[in-house]
């Protein structure tokens, strides 16, 4: 009798035990080191800020990987309920429509406070289709800055508190750095056919990447970067090189760039604003100074904002759980808050997603404390976005990447001219356009 009486007990407990159990909402990311182990934190405090959902963040590797990984896991029905897609991604995430549940239709569904103004106006602009409804919510984004050794520019005679502001004064600095022996180089970069030396040098100077407003406007674009003013940057990149002051920092996200700067072999260094922690963090032999991104006065004297990089967190349709998306909605709404913002984008050099997060920080004092740290703020607020500065979104767009890697790296070889390299990189830009557009033809 009493052991009928006990497992009866017990079968009840299990049966309670399950009917609280919190539900589960997987996330897949592209964070490791420090920013996932912040990432992680994110997720924790969420989790135990109430009991009914659980996120689980699931590292994928890199961004490529993560998306790649996304995309092959809705096909077999087995696709997290969350994935973080980078800036590249979007326009293929945008062609996925039956994948994608937009954030703005799920956060009115699930009846979670949504207010698009509430957002820093560059970041909602990228992430939003033609009506202006966001579909994805902004996560971790961010935009180059300048990072430079004040101690390697005092060494060489320069002011270390006055950076360059143009790349003609940038390269001038540099020689004076290498001739008097104060460094072997001047400056690298990440990123420096894509990102940073190509789709960030148009928008600064305001210069047209494609047409349909960079992609914006539709798939049947066209590639516009092999302008006269982005061949002849190319081809300064390549003199720069032979003269000593620039060293190429590698394909994609240049993996070799930041060793350069933080063995101060280079004097400075451009890269993401998020890349910030990570300096900070290496260069603990020299102090640190921060600027905006140099632009190029043979081009123009005002300078446009900056655009913007980093990643979103996307929903995937097919969740067997409806709860899931309740969970996903609320996990949304506590990434919202001031003070979650605030202390993840003062941790990571991220933007603040929020005007009331870079408000906190304002009233915090964080911006006098910690010098620098609202250039990428103010770089990508910077006057009003045109079409040529909102920012590029094509389909295809990795690969298209890996293609201008290979052309800068053929201009920095003696092989093409800037000229060359660009009108190449336009005619295999295009053709993956199309190839994308087939793939994605309703």
Same mark, same amino acid.
């Given at each position: 009798?009493?052991?009928?009486?006990?497992?009866?007990?017990?079968?009840?407990?299990?049966?309670?035990?399950?009917?609280?159990? *919190?539900?589960?909402?997987?996330?897949?990311?592209?964070?490791?080191?420090?920013?996932?182990?912040?990432?992680?934190?994110?997720?924790?405090?969420?989790?135990?800020?109430?009991?009914?959902?659980?996120?689980?963040?699931?590292?994928?590797?890199?961004?490529?990987?993560?998306?790649?990984?996304?995309?092959?896991?809705?096909?077999?029905?087995?696709?997290?309920?969350?994935?973080?897609?980078?800036?590249?991604?979007?326009?293929?995430?945008?062609?996925?429509?039956?994948?994608?549940?937009?954030?703005?239709?799920?956060?009115?569904?699930?009846?979670?406070?949504?207010?698009?103004?509430?957002?820093?106006?560059?970041?909602?602009?990228?992430?939003?289709?033609?009506?202006?409804?966001?579909?994805?919510?902004?996560?971790?984004?961010?935009?180059?800055?300048?990072?430079?050794?004040?101690?390697?520019?005092?060494?060489?005679?320069?002011?270390?508190?006055?950076?360059?502001?143009?790349?003609?004064?940038?390269?001038?600095?540099?020689?004076?750095?290498?001739?008097?022996?104060?460094?072997?180089?001047?400056?690298?970069?990440?990123?420096?056919?894509?990102?940073?030396?190509?789709?960030?040098?148009?928008?600064?100077?305001?210069?047209?990447?494609?047409?349909?407003?960079?992609?914006?406007?539709?798939?049947? *674009?066209?590639?516009?970067?092999?302008?006269?003013?982005?061949?002849?940057?190319?081809?300064?990149?390549?003199?720069?090189?032979?003269?000593?002051?620039?060293?190429?920092?590698?394909?994609?996200?240049?993996?070799?760039?930041?060793?350069?700067?933080?063995?101060?072999?280079?004097?400075?260094?451009?890269?993401?604003?998020?890349?910030?922690?990570?300096?900070?963090?290496?260069?603990?032999?020299?102090?640190?100074?921060?600027?905006?991104?140099?632009?190029?006065?043979?081009?123009?004297?005002?300078?446009?904002?900056?655009?913007?990089?980093?990643?979103?967190?996307?929903?995937?349709?097919?969740?067997?759980?409806?709860?899931?998306?309740?969970?996903?909605?609320?996990?949304?709404?506590?990434?919202?808050?001031?003070?979650?913002? *605030?202390?993840?984008?003062?941790?990571?050099?991220?933007?603040?997603?929020?005007?009331?997060?870079?408000?906190?920080?304002?009233?915090?004092?964080?911006?006098?404390?910690?010098?620098?740290?609202?250039?990428?703020?103010?770089?990508?607020?910077?006057?009003?976005?045109?079409?040529?500065?909102?920012?590029?979104?094509?389909?295809?767009?990795?690969?298209?990447?890996?293609?201008?890697?290979?052309?800068?790296?053929?201009?920095?070889?003696?092989?093409?001219?800037?000229?060359?390299?660009?009108?190449?990189?336009?005619?295999?830009?295009?053709?993956?356009?199309?190839?994308?557009?087939?793939?994605?033809?309703?």
């Amino acid at each position: 009798m009493f052991k009928t009486i006990s497992l009866a007990a017990a079968a009840v407990a299990l049966s309670a035990s399950a009917s609280f159990a *919190a539900t589960e909402v997987t996330w897949w990311h592209a964070m490791g080191g420090e920013l996932g182990k912040k990432l992680e934190e994110v997720a924790q405090k969420f989790n135990d800020s109430q009991s009914e959902y659980k996120i689980v963040p699931v590292y994928k590797g890199t961004y490529p990987e993560t998306l790649t990984a996304a995309i092959a896991a809705f096909r077999a029905g087995q696709q997290p309920a969350i994935v973080q897609v980078f800036e590249v991604g979007t326009g293929t995430m945008m062609a996925a429509k039956g994948a994608v549940y937009p954030v703005y239709q799920l956060m009115k569904d699930e009846g979670e406070p949504w207010d698009p103004s509430k957002f820093l106006a560059p970041v909602v602009g990228y992430y939003s289709d033609p009506q202006g409804n966001i579909l994805s919510m902004p996560f971790n984004s961010s935009t180059p800055i300048l990072y430079y050794n004040k101690d390697v520019f005092k060494k060489a005679g320069l002011d270390p508190e006055v950076a360059p502001k143009t790349w003609a004064e940038l390269a001038e600095m540099s020689k004076k750095i290498v001739s008097s022996g104060a460094a072997k180089c001047g400056f690298t970069m990440s990123y420096g056919a894509t990102w940073v030396g190509l789709e960030n040098y148009s928008a600064i100077q305001n210069l047209p990447y494609g047409t349909q407003q960079n992609g914006f406007g539709g798939m049947n *674009a066209e590639f516009t970067f092999n302008g006269p003013s982005q061949a002849k940057f190319w081809d300064n990149l390549k003199k720069w090189q032979d003269e000593g002051v620039y060293k190429y920092g590698g394909p994609s996200a240049g993996a070799d760039a930041a060793p350069l700067f933080y063995s101060q072999q280079c004097a400075a260094y451009m890269n993401s604003s998020a890349s910030r922690a990570g300096v900070i963090n290496n260069a603990k032999d020299f102090k640190v100074g921060f600027a905006p991104m140099p632009y190029d006065d043979t081009v123009t004297k005002d300078p446009k904002n900056s655009i913007i990089g980093g990643a979103t967190l996307w929903v995937l349709n097919g969740q067997k759980d409806k709860a899931v998306y309740k969970g996903a909605a609320k996990f949304f709404t506590y990434l919202s808050q001031p003070e979650v913002q *605030a202390e993840w984008h003062q941790f990571t050099g991220y933007l603040p997603i929020t005007n009331a997060a870079y408000e906190l920080g304002q009233k915090q004092g964080y911006y006098e404390k910690n010098a620098g740290s609202d250039i990428a703020i103010k770089q990508i607020m910077r006057g009003t976005p045109s079409e040529n500065s909102k920012g590029v979104r094509f389909g295809n767009l990795t690969q298209i990447r890996d293609v201008l890697d290979q052309q800068l790296e053929a201009v920095l070889n003696g092989k093409k001219t800037g000229q060359e390299a660009l009108d190449e990189g336009v005619k295999q830009g295009n053709a993956k356009l199309r190839e994308f557009e087939a793939a994605n033809s309703n």
